[in-house]
Every structure is written in structure tokens, then in C-alpha cells.
């Protein structure tokens, strides 16, 4: 089920983002971009599904960005941990290609949304304006 805010009657003012990545240099380019956008308060990028799932439980985000192919298990892991922990945190997956598998399993897996990389940044803009739906 996709979430999106308010969660609990709450929407934050701007989003903490947890982004995993699958490379550092995509993460760069990833939260260089992201963090011009005025609605993001915080990004914290990481490239492992360990370094992801610490962050995520240690430091709970808005919203989590993860690559499908993270390494030491994978987006869909992170995003299977992220769910059984019963969070409330919309997550986004992201690949390099669009295929049926990736919407399908992203969907059953309970992902807010599917974006691919070979898509115009805008869209993911659009995903991330849709999950946070600002109260002003």
C-alpha cells in the first residue's frame, strides 16, 4: 500500500531523504540534485543494504530512495526489512531499466513507487512532491 503524508496527521515542513545507492558517484549526483530541491531538509546517502538498514533504523527518514542493485542484498531487501518493521516511511525503488518484473515486484513488495534512472530527474521530482503532500 502506497503511503503518503500526512502520516499520523503529520507533514513535515521539508523531508529527511534516505538515499542507497548503488555507486558513490550516482549518489553524489543523486543528492547534489536533490538537496537544491526546496522541500528536502536532510539527505544522508549511503551503498550498502547494511549501511541503509542501520541508517533507516537508527535515524528514521521521510522518505527512502534505494537502487534495486545495492550491494550486499539489494534494494528489494532493503525495502522487504523496511516493511516488516511495519514503517510507515514511503520508499522509492530505483532502477536502471523499466521492466514489468521491477513494477511488479516493487508494488507486491510494498513500494510508494517504481522510478528508473533512464527517466527524466523531473519524474522523480513528481514521485517525491506526490509522497509529500505539503498541509500549506
Known sequence: ????????????ARLRVLLASDTPLKSRLFAESLQALPFIESLVAVNTTKQALSQF???PPHVVLVSIGLAGGG???V?????QADSCAPVVLVSRVASAFVEYTAKLLGATAHYCEKDD???LVEILQRIWKPCC
Do not use: D, Q, W, Y
Open 79 to 83: 525495502l522487504r526489512c523496511i516493511k
Open 1 to 12: 500500500m502506497a503511503r503518503h503524508f500526512p502520516i499520523n496527521g503529520v507533514t513535515p
Open 75 to 77: 534494494g528489494f531487501e
Open 57 to 59: 533504523f537508527a535515524s
Open 121 to 123: 530527474f523531473a519524474r
